[in-house]
């Protein structure tokens, strides 16, 4: 397997998984009557945010789950019910999961909203801290940092042009797309959970 077809392998899910689009509807919910500065202020924080999350459990959420005593297996058998979860709000909602749209709605007056709910749970959720550190423990370091910036660099692309895009898919057109990707998400998910079992049972496979 080249290296092109492995970064791939890396990008693909966690892009899915982090799924910028479903955060663009809410970034442009908020920002629709910000100024110019206002919405630059909003990308660069929710993407940087995101971005240091992300590399923060890409290099040391292995260690954490040895303090706790947490095994690898355990992690990909529950990253892969999160991501699950995940996915089948995606898929039924067309949205990521409402949680984070309720918490954004109290704290939209006192909070940074590129910080909060954007950067955190949205982009940088639960699914995608538990991807990263499985990708780090399957793939070359490399890569995986080198997949995190991607990442990154297309979510802000997609935020800087947001409005452009939205005209042209709108909302619905947004929505059908993250449902799609959260068919993707169940089976990233479930792969997860089979190669958990396999290493937690010893099988040969």
């Given at each position: 397997?080249?290296?092109?077809t492995l970064?791939?392998?890396?990008?693909?899910?966690?892009f899915?998984v982090?799924?910028p689009f479903a955060?663009?509807?809410?970034f442009?919910?908020?920002?629709?009557?910000?100024t110019?500065?206002?919405?630059?202020?909003?990308?660069?924080?929710?993407t940087?945010?995101?971005?240091?999350?992300?590399?923060?459990?890409a290099?040391?959420?292995?260690?954490?789950l040895?303090?706790?005593?947490?095994?690898?297996?355990?992690?990909e058998?529950?990253?892969?019910?999160l991501?699950?979860l995940t996915s089948?709000?995606?898929v039924?909602?067309?949205d990521?999961?409402s949680?984070?749209?309720?918490?954004s709605?109290?704290?939209?007056q006192?909070?940074d909203?590129?910080?909060?709910?954007?950067?955190?749970?949205?982009?940088?959720?639960?699914?995608a801290?538990?991807?990263v550190i499985?990708?780090?423990h399957d793939y070359?370091?490399i890569?995986?940092?080198?997949?995190?910036?991607?990442v990154s660099?297309?979510?802000?692309?997609?935020f800087?042009?947001?409005?452009?895009i939205?005209?042209?898919?709108?909302e619905k057109g947004?929505?059908?797309?993250t449902r799609?990707?959260g068919v993707?998400?169940?089976g990233f998910a479930?792969?997860y959970?089979?190669?958990?079992?396999?290493?937690?049972?010893?099988?040969n496979?």
């Amino acid at each position: 397997m080249n290296l092109v077809t492995l970064f791939l392998h890396i990008f693909i899910p966690l892009f899915v998984v982090v799924d910028p689009f479903a955060a663009m509807i809410m970034f442009i919910g908020y920002a629709r009557n910000a100024t110019r500065k206002e919405k630059n202020r909003i990308v660069n924080d929710s993407t940087l945010t995101s971005f240091f999350i992300l590399i923060f459990f890409a290099f040391l959420g292995y260690y954490i789950l040895l303090y706790f005593g947490i095994s690898i297996a355990a992690l990909e058998i529950a990253g892969g019910i999160l991501i699950l979860l995940t996915s089948i709000e995606m898929v039924t909602e067309g949205d990521k999961p409402s949680g984070g749209r309720r918490k954004s709605q109290q704290s939209e007056q006192g909070s940074d909203m590129g910080i909060v709910p954007l950067g955190t749970p949205l982009l940088a959720g639960p699914g995608a801290i538990s991807l990263v550190i499985l990708l780090m423990h399957d793939y070359n370091w490399i890569l995986v940092t080198l997949s995190i910036v991607a990442v990154s660099v297309v979510t802000y692309l997609l935020f800087k042009s947001s409005f452009f895009i939205y005209d042209i898919i709108k909302e619905k057109g947004a929505r059908a797309l993250t449902r799609i990707f959260g068919v993707l998400v169940a089976g990233f998910a479930i792969q997860y959970m089979l190669t958990g079992i396999v290493i937690f049972f010893h099988l040969n496979l």
